[in-house]
């Protein structure tokens, strides 16, 4: 285990930063589940999967005042991997983080005071920038509405709609649905789609066959293609949190899938289906099941996200047909935490980013 502490003692005050690297994870887990509100995204077997997917190393930060407790998951990202700096900066010398894919940011805990966040602000800025982190990415999570309290942290903006389904009871679930929804999953169950769920390898080994032909036909991003390891590890770490439900007609699986689960809340992960089908509306009856599942288990949530890019696209308007009355927003967060260093990183993409690149995107650098 690395672990990086500062300590500043005064005559009241303690103030305790520690970094716990993806080497221990026991300490990491006990840590997140120190904080009522954790969710699966923080946990060390969520960020295996994607440390295996190349998107950096996974690191936590606990900070620990007399007034508050606070942490944050991130992956560190080595700049010089990118093959845009190849040969421009040394390796393991400069770094970014971004959030593990899906959502996160600061979870904080206790009596917050403009006191404690300035600290905190104080602390976590000095030992990024001490360890050669240039900039932090952060796509807060809807459901916590963690970004709430870190506007003196992070330059914060609303990015857009997100769906939330209340797990209250199957009754609400039912009554939150748009009447054209509720047609569709009626037609689905009379066509004969049923729907069913497990955690059995060969329902894997389906569903990325399943998965990788729609990321074919949505012409996809490499990034959205996961390797069999990648797999294997929400399969075998993941497997108290995580689950793969599918529709079957006439003895065909037609559309899977996965979700996941922590801590009182559901999320809508990764998806699928076979197109020809889909005049049988399965997913609409699989994502009624899943909150029914949901419902019946005590969770209280079931996440489905936004539309691409956050917007409100038709991948937004699929979703919020399944509460029409939620009206969550998702918000982000950018940090600088050496001006000096990111203006050298655009430099060395001199020439190469849009002109007067003004862009939106963060890490100017990286675009």
Not at 146 to 174: A, P
Not at 184 to 200: C, L, Q, T
Not at 208 to 229: Q, R, V
Not at 283 to 311: D, Q, R
């Amino acid at each position: 285990m690395l672990t990086v502490k500062t300590i500043i003692e005064g005559q009241k005050e303690i103030h305790d930063l520690s970094v716990v690297k993806f080497d221990n994870p026991e300490k990491w887990d006990r840590i997140v589940k120190g904080f009522k509100n954790y969710d699966v995204y923080y946990l060390s077997d969520y960020v295996k999967a994607f440390n295996i997917h190349g998107d950096g190393e996974p690191t936590l930060f606990y900070y620990v005042d007399e007034n508050i407790k606070a942490m944050n998951v991130v992956m560190k990202r080595d700049i010089s991997l990118d093959k845009r700096f190849t040969g421009k900066i040394p390796s393991n010398t400069y770094f970014d983080t971004t959030t593990p894919y899906g959502y996160g940011g600061f979870l904080l805990e206790g009596k917050i005071t403009e006191d404690s966040l300035n600290n905190l602000n104080i602390e976590y800025s000095s030992l990024c920038e001490k360890t050669g982190i240039i900039s932090e990415f952060v796509r807060f999570h809807p459901v916590l509405k963690n970004g709430d309290d870190l506007e003196n942290i992070y330059d914060i903006t609303t990015l857009g709609k997100t769906i939330i389904v209340d797990l209250n009871s199957r009754e609400q679930v039912w009554d939150n649905l748009t009447s054209k929804n509720r047609n569709m999953i009626r037609k689905a169950n009379k066509s004969g789609v049923e729907i069913y769920w497990g955690r059995d390898p060969n329902l894997f080994d389906k569903f990325i066959g399943l998965y990788n032909a729609t990321m074919d036909k949505d012409n996809a991003h490499d990034y959205y293609y996961f390797n069999s390891d990648f797999y294997n590890s929400i399969l075998n770490d993941l497997k108290y949190n995580s689950l793969i439900f599918y529709a079957v007609y006439e003895k065909r699986i037609i559309a899977m899938s996965m979700v996941l689960f922590s801590n009182d809340q559901l999320h809508y992960h990764l998806s699928a289906s076979v197109r020809e089908y889909q005049n049988l509306a399965p997913t609409n009856l699989l994502l009624y099941e899943v909150a029914c599942w949901g419902c019946e288990n005590g969770y209280k949530t079931f996440h489905l996200g936004g539309g691409l890019g956050s917007k409100e696209d038709s991948l937004y308007k699929f979703k919020k047909v399944f509460n029409k009355n939620s009206n969550t927003t998702f918000k982000i967060g950018r940090k600088i935490f050496s001006e000096e260093m990111y203006n050298e990183m655009i430099s060395h993409r001199k020439g190469e980013l849009p002109s007067g690149s003004n862009t939106g995107y963060f890490p100017e650098y990286r675009g």
